[in-house]
Every structure is written in C-alpha cells, then in structure tokens.
Nanobody, 116 residues
Framework: QVQLVESGGGLVQAGGSLRLSCAAS????????MGWYRQAPGKQRELVAS???????NYVDSVKGRFTISKDNAKNTVDLQMNSLRPEDTAVYYC??????????WGKGTLVTVSS
C-alpha cells in the first residue's frame, strides 16, 4: 500500500506563498488521479486542485490563478504551489491518490495558517 506524506505547511502572512509537497512511498504513475484537498475548521473537506495521469489539471474557483498543482513521476511527488494566500485559505491540506476500483489513499495532512 502506497503511503503519502505531506510537508511544507506553516504560518504565512496574507499575500505570501507556500509550496506543499506530497511524497509517495511508491509509484504515483499507478494512480489515475492525484488531488490536494483542504478542510477548514467547521467545514467540509473540499477538493482544491487535481491532476490526472495525462497531466490535465483542475482547480476550485477560489484558487484559480493563485495555486498550481504539479507532479513528478520520477520523484513520486505531487506539489501544490500556493501564491497570494488569503486568510480563508487557512486549513489542513491533504494529499490523496485515486485509482479505479480501489479505495483512495490519504496523507495525514499539513496545516496552513494565513494571518491577516
């Protein structure tokens, strides 16, 4: 079973940037869909950005133009570059890997706090 470990979270001022990284213990090329989700206190977990095996990316409207998801199949990593951060981006960010007919794999999350 592949395991995912997120890193790169922390405290940043509004307008700043952070780069989150998700390191997989095995090959990510076996997964059809990799995503970054976030969950703010009292809110449901939401899909922020995703990338499929062919490289197509998608973003929730609130982060379009500010966040960029990328993957490196050779390093088995999926990164999320976050620019122009806002206080409403504060959340625990989770990496997830999905493959057809199997349960998704989740990391334990990394906390991002954006101060105003």
């Amino acid at each position: 079973q592949v395991q995912l470990v997120e890193s790169g979270g922390g405290l940043v001022q509004a307008g700043g940037s952070l780069r989150l990284s998700c390191a997989a213990s095995g090959s990510i090329s076996n997964f059809n869909f990799m995503g970054w989700y976030r969950q703010a206190p009292g809110k449901q977990r939401e899909l922020v950005a995703s990338i499929i095996s062919g490289g197509t990316t998608n973003y929730v409207d609130s982060v379009k133009g500010r966040f960029t998801i990328s993957k490196d199949n050779a390093k088995n990593t999926v990164d999320l570059q976050m620019n122009s951060l806002r206080p409403e981006d504060t959340a625990v960010y989770y990496c997830s890997a999905h493959r057809l007919l199997t349960l998704p794999v989740w990391g334990k999350g990394t906390l991002v706090t954006v101060s105003s």
